[in-house]
């Protein structure tokens, strides 16, 4: 069966150090994967997807990047936090090709606390 | 461009009354159109798609969506509620009918009291 995992579950970061938050999927290939934040328990905003290993598409320009080394691995990262990027990072992936699908599949969640 | 409207921030429904979350989308090509739950500090989980077809929609745990072009709705309903039903609503519309690039809602908490 397919599973996502997403860790660590929870982070308390100083601003301006670095961050790490990492998002792997097992039992598929090629998916198409997604980080998500959602603010304040409310409302999901798209960072950034990917539909293969390196490629990478960002939908809003912030102080984040992501990576894909591998096929099932998808890396949020920061240089420098900032107050604002506090939030619930979501991890989310979709099948490709034929067949049901299922809309996204989430991960449990990161909750990013910068202080 | 793509968005979709919760108007309600909360909906309140007592044990086993019917209940409506409501859901508004505007979208320029076909709507793909998604509904979510969330608990408390944990993922979305998938209930319910529309993508074509039969206008009504059902879904997990008893839950069904009828979508509306005409008025460009896509409301969750449940015919009797339960408490463990107390969660937070997502709608969400996607260009795709895999629900790649999706918009979501501002979402809706709904409590259910016995």
């Known amino acids: 069966s397919q599973t996502i995992h997403q860790w660590p579950a929870t982070l308390v970061q100083p601003v301006g150090s670095p961050l790490s938050l990492e998002c792997t999927v097992e039992g598929t290939s090629n998916p198409n994967l997604y980080w998500y934040r959602q603010a304040a328990g409310r409302g999901l905003q798209l960072l950034f997807y990917s539909v293969g290993i390196g490629q990478i598409s960002s939908e809003v320009p912030q102080n984040l990047s992501a990576s894909r080394p591998q096929d099932r691995q998808f890396i949020l990262s920061s240089k420098k936090l900032l107050l604002s990027d506090s939030g619930f990072y979501l991890c989310?992936?979709?099948?490709?090709?034929?067949?049901?699908?299922?809309?996204?599949?989430f991960g449990s969640g990161t909750r990013l606390t910068v202080v | 461009a793509q968005s979709v409207a919760q108007p309600e921030d909360q909906v309140n429904v007592a044990e086993g009354n019917p209940l409506t979350v409501k859901c508004t989308y505007s979208v320029s090509g076909n709507p793909y159109l998604f509904w979510y739950v969330q608990y408390p500090n944990r993922g979305l989980q998938f209930l319910l798609k529309?993508?074509?077809?039969?206008?009504l929609v059902k879904g997990s745990y008893g839950f069904e969506a009828e979508f509306n072009k005409s008025q460009t709705s896509f409301h969750l309903k449940k015919p009797s509620a339960l408490v463990s039903d107390s969660a937070l609503y997502f709608c969400?519309?996607?260009?795709?009918?895999?629900?790649?690039?999706?918009?979501f809602g501002d979402g809706t908490t709904l409590t259910v009291k016995p």
């Open positions: 989310a992936w979709i099948r490709t090709g034929g067949g049901a699908n299922y809309g996204y599949t």
């Open positions: 529309y993508i074509t077809g039969d206008n």
């Open positions: 969400a519309v996607s260009p795709f009918p895999n629900a790649g690039k999706s918009t």
